[in-house]
């Protein structure tokens, strides 16, 4: 088999994954069915993994620091890059959102989102 990494393009990647500690970072590049070389960046000083999963293209980077701010730098920095992402999955051990009801969000769960109109998808709970 060859060993050799494959170098693809910016535009060939259209999901995303930011993981906000090394922990996940790891966990994630273990699912990575090949890796590829590594790409130039604009002026950002992210440092990426790339990689395929199945059919699809992964770019996958890991937070500096954790926070609501260092996740929307990162994104932004990472979609002036690689401009054709179509996916942005937040990978992480997370804390939860609590209710009033028997549907609280906790650790293992999988959250997906689909914005509207009305509603951004996203769900920020600060204490």
Known sequence: MDRRLRRLTHDDYTV????????????????????????????????????RIRAHNVVIAVMPEIGNNNAAILATQLLNDFTLIRFGLLVGIGGGIPSDNEDDIRLKDVVVSRPTATFGGVVQFDK
């Not at 994630?28 to 790339?50: C, F, G, I, W």
């Open 16 to 51: 995303a994954c930011i993981c906000p500690m090394g922990v996940e970072l790891a966990l994630v590049e273990a699912m990575l069915d090949e890796m590829h070389q590594s790409l130039p960046t604009s002026r950002d000083k992210n440092s990426y993994t790339l990689g």
